[in-house]
Every structure is written in structure tokens, then in C-alpha cells.
């Protein structure tokens, strides 16, 4: 099995630094590349394209230099990586991407920044395990 490409679901949660971490690993190990993508969803119900850059521009600032501090220490590791801020659904954009650039695996979280507590593992990584053709590896917390 090939395992060239890895794509990472990361929203900044203790949960997804987790599923980084074990994608890091494995491409340490299988000399794969790792992408870190990260959804912005957008409003449902914006009353103007302002309100819509706004929430775009707030999101990259809080996102940017999480992705820098992910490429840097990466780089001094050796391993190939990349990141990529994407705006739409979460669970579409991260299913799409994987399968239309020909990725080998998904790792996501069980858990994200939002959720209920009570639920065992979040929706956009249920919906990603029920629909993604392409492999799903789910770390859990
Ligand atoms: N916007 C996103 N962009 C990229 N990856 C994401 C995004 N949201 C979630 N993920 C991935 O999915 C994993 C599970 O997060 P999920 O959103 O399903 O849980 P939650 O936030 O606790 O619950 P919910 O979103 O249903 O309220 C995260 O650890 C992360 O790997
Ligand atoms: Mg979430």
C-alpha cells in the first residue's frame, strides 16, 4: 500500500494537534508528505459580503500563525509539510480535497472546538468516516 500523501483535518483542537502528531509520525516512518488543511466554515446567514470577509479575516488571523508554527517546527524535523486554510462545509471540503488530489488517508480527531462533551466523537469526523472513499484514520484523544 502507498502511502504518499497524508491529509490532515485540523481545527486547532487538542484533538486534531493529536491526529497532526500521529500523521507526523507515520510520515516520518513512510517518507509520506503531510497537508494540514483547515476549513473555515462561513455563516449560514450573512446579511453582507462584509460580514462574510469579516468572518474570514478574523479566522485566517487566529489560523495563520498556527499553520506557521506547524510548517516551522516540521521543517526542522525533516518532514515534508504544507498547509492550507479552505473556506466552506468542514466535512465536504475536507472529503473532496482528499479524493480529488489523490490523497491516500485522512486523520482527523475524535473531538474538535466545538461539540457536546457527552458525544463520543464530534459530527464532521463521524460524517468524514461515513462518506470519505478515501481511508479515514481517527485518533482519539
Ligand atoms: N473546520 C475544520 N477543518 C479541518 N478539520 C476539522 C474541522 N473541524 C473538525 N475537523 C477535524 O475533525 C475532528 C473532529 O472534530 P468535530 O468537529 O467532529 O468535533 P466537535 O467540534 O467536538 O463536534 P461538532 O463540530 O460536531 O460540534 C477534529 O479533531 C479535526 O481533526
Ligand atoms: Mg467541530
Same mark, same amino acid.
Given at each position: 500500500?502507498?502511502?504518499? @500523501? ?120 463521524? @460524517? ?14
Amino acid at each position: 500500500m502507498e502511502m504518499n @500523501k497524508i491529509l490532515v483535518g485540523f481545527d486547532g483542537s487538542p484533538s486534531s494537534k493529536k491526529a497532526l502528531e500521529h500523521a507526523k509520525s507515520l510520515s516520518a516512518k513512510l517518507n509520506s508528505s503531510v497537508t494540514v488543511l483547515t476549513v473555515v466554515r462561513l455563516p449560514d446567514f450573512s446579511s453582507s459580503m462584509d460580514e462574510v470577509s469579516e468572518v474570514m479575516d478574523e479566522a485566517e488571523k487566529r489560523i495563520v500563525p498556527m499553520h506557521k508554527e506547524i510548517a516551522e517546527s516540521a521543517q526542522k524535523e525533516g518532514i515534508k509539510l504544507q498547509t492550507l486554510i479552505i473556506h466552506g462545509h468542514p466535512v465536504e471540503k475536507i472529503i473532496d480535497y482528499a479524493q480529488e488530489n489523490g490523497f491516500d488517508l485522512i486523520v482527523i480527531g475524535t473531538r474538535g472546538v466545538g461539540g457536546f462533551k457527552k458525544l463520543v466523537i464530534g459530527s464532521v469526523a463521524q @460524517k468524514v468516516v461515513s462518506y470519505s472513499k478515501v481511508p479515514v484514520m481517527v485518533v482519539k484523544e
